[in-house]
């Protein structure tokens, strides 16, 4: 009868060793799968990931090449001024400052004493505010901005007939389909807006930084 019984729980035991065993085996086997699941789901991801990157790649080719023969055929035709700027600029200012500009002109051409002559490419009066653009289809060179800064904003304070009348307040700004942070960063330095020209029309691209000078 002892005997018996002892062989009964040696068997209970094996039972329960053998149903341990084959959870143990099905949780593994569970697990593996899910693993799988896992790694597949990783590689989907980071194939989706490589994709989009791609594409959005491919979408800033795209849009910058066509800023590019956009402001290439704009500076040969030498439009950019007429048809791009001055159109929108008097939105892109009622939208930032809330007023309106009164009055705006493009490639205003001026002789001073010495007979030498000078041009400013958008001229835009808007309330105490006198704007002066300088646009280029290209805005690369840091020579660009400090001549604009050094030389032909103090020459529009000194030729301009508006601050014979009244003394504004003179902002410049540059205007292109390219600018390198290093040109923005240098406008800002200098209290000049950066404007870009293409994808949302015409935007500030530096208006906060600067915004405390104006």
């Known amino acids: 009868m002892a005997r ?12 329960a060793l053998m149903q341990m065993v084959y959870q143990s085996r099905q949780t593994d086997i569970r697990f593996a799968a899910f693993v799988d699941e896992m790694t597949d ?4 991801m980071a194939t989706f990931k490589n994709e989009t990157k791609v594409y959005m790649e491919r979408l800033d080719n795209i849009t910058a090449d066509m800023n590019r023969k956009w402001g290439e055929l704009a500076n040969k035709m030498g439009t950019i001024a007429e048809d791009i700027v001055a159109p929108g600029f008097p939105f892109l200012i009622e939208k930032t400052f809330n007023f ?8 205003r051409r001026i002789k001073d004493k010495k007979g030498n002559s000078w041009e400013f490419d958008v001229v835009a009066r808007a309330g105490e505010y006198l704007f002066i653009i300088d646009v280029k289809s290209s805005y690369n060179k840091i020579e660009y901005i ?15 007939p508006e601050f014979k009348i009244r003394e504004y307040r003179l902002v410049g700004c540059i205007a292109s389909f ?5 040109i923005i960063y240098k406008a800002s330095e200098m209290g000049i807006l950066a404007i ?3 994808g949302s029309y015409l935007n500030f691209l530096n208006f906060e930084e600067v915004r405390s000078n104006l």
């Not at 018996?4 to 039972?15: A, C, H, Q, S």
């Not at 500009?101 to 490639?107: K, P, T």
């Not at 390219?178 to 290093?182: A, F, I, T, V, W």
Request: proline letters at 2%; hydrophobic letters at 35%.
């Open 4 to 15: 018996t019984t002892v062989e009964k729980r040696v068997t209970d035991l094996e039972n």
């Open 196 to 198: 870009s020209l293409g």
């Open 178 to 182: 390219r600018l390198d942070d290093s």
């Open 146 to 160: 400090k001549y604009f800064y050094e030389v032909l904003l103090p020459k529009a304070k000194e030729l301009l």
């Open 41 to 44: 789901f990783k590689n989907e």
């Open 100 to 107: 309106s500009v009164e009055d705006i002109g493009v490639r």
